[in-house]
């Protein structure tokens, strides 16, 4: 994988007030997606967990991505390609910060795949402009799922936090 199919890395993180350990205790889960995230219709899991671990987001729009995950880092996160089968992947990189005894921050950060048939010279405008708005809104969407589910162990509704023309229905 070549380094600059990933230039433009987008971040989202938010603070909980719970442990580390809390949330690591939902992320690392089988399935896990299913309770938190806003867009995701089912997570059904292939291999599961460390290293090797595979799964699949199908969303509201019908839309599935695998995960592969790479790097599997107990009680602190892990790195995983998305996207679909046979088809370009983003890295994302899961990472939990404990910030005070009892406050914790979970942080996503995607380096989207590049943009197919855009010309390389547009391809910061359409990110800066584009991708990288919608790429936030996603994560903070995400975030707030999995933020509402360790906080409340309800599970996430559709669109819970605002619909998301890529992912939503």
């Known amino acids: 994988m070549k380094i600059r199919e990933y230039d433009y890395p987008v971040s989202c993180s938010l603070s909980m007030r719970v442990s580390k350990e809390q949330i690591w205790d939902l992320i690392s889960q089988a399935g896990y997606l299913e309770l938190c995230h806003p867009f995701c219709k089912s997570n059904s899991v292939e291999k599961w967990p460390g290293d090797k671990s595979i799964d699949c987001i199908n969303y509201y729009n019908n839309l599935t991505f695998a995960r592969t995950f790479t790097r599997w880092i107990d009680g602190q996160g892990y790195d995983l390609l998305i996207g679909k089968s046979n088809d ?59 933020k509402w589910y360790v906080l409340s162990y309800r599970v996430v509704k559709k669109n819970q936090f605002g619909s998301h023309s890529w992912f939503s229905k």
């Not at 370009?88 to 996503?108: A, D, F, Q, T, Y």
């Not at 950060?109 to 990288?132: A, G, S």
């Open 88 to 146: 370009r992947k983003s890295k994302v990189l899961w990472r939990i910060n404990e910030l005070h005894p009892g406050v914790s921050e979970l942080k996503i950060t995607i380096h989207p795949h590049r943009i197919k048939n855009c010309p390389r010279f547009l391809e910061p405008l359409v990110y800066f402009f584009y991708t990288r708005i919608m790429l936030k809104k996603y994560l903070r969407s995400v975030l707030k799922g999995i």
